[in-house]
């Protein structure tokens, strides 16, 4: 019996909302160094259930724009900015339902952080060295100009974990292994 989806090949892309799309190009482009591809939008169906039904929102929810990104060597991002027919939720925390964050992995873990701290970009908390199965890696969190939360990541030379494992979890850097 096969499980999972058949001719699954990976994450195309991660969708997010912001607040602010020109923003969030500037940050995405001029700080991370993603690439635009397109944008599309508005879109709205204000006589029928179609935002609920296909995307989960209010139905009166107006998608104002979406722009595609392309991010190096993972996925793609795509993101929206919308009018909300109700009070938007806060971004949730790591530790809420929903919470998450982005990492990006880097070559040169020092020199990233030094680019984002030139660009002003607050950086939570002092870099850490991971132990146990993650010996090896170092990562550090930051936050976008609106609040979401980021992470850059960098191991080099591998993390513990893979001197025995019959599986490694995917990496940007050498991703046909």
Known sequence: MVTGIPGLRGTEHIGFTVPDLDEAERFLVDVIGCELVYSLGPFAHPDDEWMLEHLGVHPRTVMRELRFFRCG?????EVFQYEPATEAAPEPRN????????AFYVDDFDAALG???????????????????????RWVYFRSPWGMQFELVSYPDGKAYEKDAPTKLWHPAHPAE
């Open 115 to 137: 680019h984002l701290r030139a660009h002003g970009v607050e950086i939570m908390g002092a870099p850490t060295a991971s132990s146990s199965w993650s010996t090896g890696q």
């Open 73 to 77: 060597h993972g996925p793609n991002f």
């Open 95 to 102: 530790s809420d339902i929903g919470g998450h964050h982005l």
